[in-house]
């Protein structure tokens, strides 16, 4: 048998960037050394949410969750020595999208690279930050032009760009089926390829090059058959809406590009081993197949729902990629599934249903309307709700969460502090301190910029009018303007957005028949109100700093609304001053933050110190998120009344915790009811 030439393996990335430029810069340098064939910047959430690292609402936010970058200096320090021309960049930025691409192309050409060819991704997609990531800015309206300029500058400019990643991965996260993650994600793409085409800046013949250049990133979880059908049935559906909605003749320019993150949603604080297999088994959904294998995979790392991963741990979910696609037989054969009647059947309901939803979503006036109506977000968190009440019931099994969770003692955590990457949190002090540098210095030698001021009013004057937003956006890069400059000048024109949080609306999720643990639970809610002489006791959510993570959050909201809570919600972006003024205007009888960025060590304390200075330092706080156990310790030490973790699966039993905490905090006697 003559040997067949083996496929070219799917680029392999590392999710990375922390606490400074100059540290991203030699991890990613590191990385690459190991084999790594591509970049992927993971950006901190004020570069994200076009803040400056001194801004009030970036404290204890910054370096935390990936690199911060505040002007052309940090981006320059972020590639040294790596030349861009040769590199493959993905960028996880989206509001701020345009912004950090401008930054990217100054640094490219001050290194003498053609921008023509330039490779990478912008991820771009603001529709999924307004429905479960949170890191939107604008309105919808101004959003879609940002994305809009975005595409056909890079078409026109920088043709081997993918300008947009719409992406599906974060919906997966916040509570979508297989069937809302395909049809949410397509809904998308209509309404950015409509938008482009409308706004008159791609000629009729330069159409194929934009949808060429559409790229997706999706999510892979456990269920790997159903996810690799999933895949193919995207591909399916994306040739069939790019031929017959916009005409698109050339199967190239009709092809399905994605990349993939696999689930990190499923990854387990507990027994936290079991993380690595249920990473690989992931990995297969979206290389098995040939015919719809992922043109670039990263994964995440065993520890995640502990904390920041190290570099070892990088490098353990890298090794696991180069052990599938150099090691092993997959890439020598042609697609393994093709004739499979298994396969095709559920691909072919998996279509037939996504159309279904894209077409209800059309009626609405597609997806923007459906944003700003509520009803993506509403569908979602009740979707979560579900798969949360499925677990809680033992119907979904998590092996060593919910079945199976007698366990040895686990070495890989034996000093739990040491098996997650900290950073500093000296780091945040330091980059402010650089940040009042750049802004005092940067327009002497050595960068004698041009004062930004001009380069501003320039980015006002086009936003109020037509002109496409990139080429202003890129004179505020050479002109030494920072995140937060940029962003503030945009909402001066644009204003801000708080999106729907879906609370409301979502239907009940877990029954509260006699006897059930949820009946239980509402019977000590009354009764705590009755003793306290309340209507109903209030219990307020919140969300400090600017981690958008908001999908435990809502799902303890809706539970406390359904355990006869009335909820104070007000969704994410919250100051602490915001927080505890709501506190004390409502009246509650507790405060719960929610933190999964890290940040709760300077956010929760600060909260605590604030109610007390307002006089309600009596009502308990209770926190929640990826807290490390010294931390947990902290806060209790602190103040904070109960801290929960993902190990905590049972909502049901959370809200219960926090009735017997409010008992507790009005020196109530505690009640002989059991939950």
Known sequence: M?????????????YAGHSTAEASNELYRRNLAKGQTGLSVAFDLPTQTGYDPDHILARGEVGRVGVPVSHLGDMRRLFQDIPLEQMNTS?????????????????AEEQGADITKLQGTTQNDIVKEYLSRGTH??????????????ITYTVNHIPKWNPINICSYHLQEAGATPVQEIAYAMSTAIAVLDAVFASGQISEDRKGDVVARISFFVNAGVRFIEEMCKMRAFGRIWDKITRERYGIEDPKQRRFRYGVQVNSLGLTEAQPENNVQRIVL?????????????RAVQLPAWNEALGLPRPWDQQWSLRIQQVLAHESDLLEYEDIFEGSHVIEAKVTALVEESLAEIARI??????MAAV???????????????????????????????????????????DLDAAIQTVDPAVEARVISALGTWRDTRYQPPFNHPRPCKALERLKEAAKGTDNLMEATLECARAGVTTGEWAGALREVFGEFRAPTGVSSAPVAVTAEEGTALALVRRKVELTAKDLGAGNLRFLVGKPGLDGHSNGAEQIAVRARDAGFEVVYQGIRLTPEQIVDAAVAEDVHAVGLSILSGSHAQLVPDVLEKLRTAGAGDIPVIAGGIIPNADAEQLRAAGVAAVFTPKDFDITGIIGRIVDEIRKANKLDPLEVPA
């Open 2 to 14: 003559t040997e067949r030439q083996k496929d070219r393996p799917w680029l392999m990335r590392t």
């Open 91 to 107: 960028m996880t930025i989206n509001a701020t999208a345009m912004w950090l691409l401008a930054l990217y192309q100054v640094v």
């Open 137 to 150: 800015v604008f309105p919808p309206g101004p959003s879609l032009r940002l994305t809009t300029d975005m």
């Open 282 to 294: 992931e990995m297969l959904a979206v290389t098995l197949s040939k015919d719809a294998r992922a």
């Open 362 to 367: 059309e009626e609405m006036g597609g997806a």
């Open 372 to 414: 700003e109506s509520g009803y993506l977000k509403s569908q979602l968190v009740s979707s979560h709700a579900e798969r949360r009440a499925r677990i809680e019931g033992g119907k979904d099994k998590i092996v060593g969460v919910n079945v199976f969770e007698s366990t040895e003692p686990n070495p890989l955590t034996a």
